[in-house]
């Protein structure tokens, strides 16, 4: 009956299977997309949710998720998500294949004037952007927020394509950008919930967003999807942020979590691994800072925690030995306007050698392990480094892992002639059990 389209004698056979067999997940799994092809988004939730207790691995998460959000049911997890998708054609093999979008917009005007009236778009470019997700769709289902949900049962397709509506269900809708190579154009991104492929997604934009942004096929762009009322500050803000990702994401990084960047910063509603605001106020920095300081960070990742620093310090300098790490605290830099600010690329040694100068504040944020010196010799260079009367502040990696004899280790300070003022623990990204110290050099 459900093949033949006959939904509602379908319905009622798969509700009578449930009453009689209520494990019976089969039954309602079909109830589940039956609901969503119809729109019935309610009913939808309560077939999929229900599957969880029937069958362990039964509940679609992602679907779930989609749901609460759309249904405000809970809030979203992020305001956004960032990832790498490449640029592809999808073309029909011969004449007969599936109409293209341009045929299917004629189709469907309803889907023209939802998406102009979301938008605010004046017109819809009707050939789409085809993406190939260098991500997992998931991680963004769970994360952000859809912008609205398109039934199944509401696209018509010409005939002898009907099924395909059935086939894919329905359509979630994101509002974003695609970027690339400095620019970026407001689009909507579209997922079937059971799309062709598993990392293939659609873009609509007001004009061609190939033209554009000057993209050929295989190109990497990136992709920001934004949950609906997500703000960004300004137009300058958005750019600075979508040009970060877009250096994070050209190469493999060491550090960060789920393609997460491993420094965020609260106030600038950029999330990270670890929230510079909330390292700041552990540390009890208001404390060790002073106007005319001049500061030394070893291993400043992407500088959000520098940047802080150097409203209330003399001048501030950042190395770390990843060059993409640098260029984004560059770029952060200067959007912030933080000319007190140096960010440079070299290896711990490197960095030693080649400036000789000595600083009033050091920090070694989880960085000793690394560098991979006896705690007594990187003592001894941070001394060198340090004006007499200077602070160090410095912090374990895991305390559980591979840092267990962190505070034992802080002997080496106590036998060059270091005063302890502070010392503490902190587990900021809510993972990671760490400790610090905060050391004055007193001769």
Not at 176 to 204: C, M, W
Not at 418 to 437: A, E, H, P, T, W
Request: aromatic fraction near 12%.
């Amino acid at each position: 009956m459900n093949r033949r389209g006959d939904h509602a004698a379908a319905h009622d056979c798969f509700l009578t299977t449930v009453a009689f067999e209520p494990r019976h997940a089969a039954a309602r799994r079909s109830l589940a997309t039956l609901a969503l092809y119809n729109g019935d988004l309610d009913e939808a939730y309560h077939w999929i949710g229900s599957l969880s207790a029937y069958q362990p691995k039964g509940d679609i998460s992602a679907v779930s998720a989609q749901l609460e959000m759309l249904l405000n049911k809970r809030s979203a997890g992020s305001e956004y998500y960032c990832g790498n998708a490449l640029v592809f054609s999808r073309s029909s093999k011969s004449a007969e294949g599936p109409p293209g979008e341009r045929d299917l917009l004629d189709l469907n005007p309803g889907r023209v004037e939802g998406i102009l009236a979301h938008c605010g778009w004046s017109r819809i470019e009707p050939g789409t952007l085809n993406l190939s997700l260098q991500f997992e769709f998931e991680d963004v289902a769970q994360a952000i927020a859809p912008a609205f949900y398109e039934a199944g049962a509401g696209v018509v397709y010409p005939e002898g394509f009907q099924h395909i509506p059935k086939a894919r269900v329905g359509y979630w809708y994101y509002t974003g950008y695609v970027h690339y190579q400095g620019k970026q154009v407001p689009v909507l991104f579209r997922r079937a919930v059971t799309p062709n492929s598993a990392d293939v997604i659609e873009v609509f934009a007001e004009n061609a967003v190939r033209e554009m942004l000057a993209v050929e096929d295989g190109a990497k762009v990136l992709c920001y999807f934004a949950t609906p009322g997500a703000s960004v500050k300004d137009e300058k803000w958005l750019a600075c942020l979508l040009e970060i990702y877009a250096i994070f994401f050209a190469q493999a990084q060491q550090f960060g979590r789920k393609r997460e960047l491993y420094q965020g910063h609260e106030g600038w509603n950029m999330p990270g691994q670890r929230p510079t605001l909330h390292r700041f106020e552990k540390y009890a920095l208001d404390r060790w800072l002073d106007p005319k300081a001049r500061v030394l960070d070893i291993g400043c990742n992407i500088g959000c925690f520098g940047i802080e620093v150097s409203k209330n310090v003399g001048s501030y300098v950042g190395f770390d030995i990843n060059e993409s790490l640098v260029q984004i605290g560059q770029r952060l830099a200067s959007y912030h306007a933080a000319d007190n600010c140096e960010f440079l690329t070299a290896s711990f040694e490197d960095y030693r050698q080649s400036n000789p100068g000595k600083f009033d504040l050091i920090f070694s944020f989880a960085v000793h392990v690394w560098i991979g010196k006896p705690m007594d010799g990187y003592v001894a260079d941070l001394k060198e480094m340090l004006e007499p009367g200077g602070i160090v502040v410095i912090e374990s990696n895991d305390l559980v892992r591979n840092d267990a004899q962190f505070f034992a280790n802080m002997s080496a300070f106590y036998e060059q002639g270091f005063f302890l003022l502070y010392k503490g623990k902190l587990q900021d990204d809510g993972v990671i059990n760490r400790g610090f110290c905060v050391f004055k050099r007193l001769d």
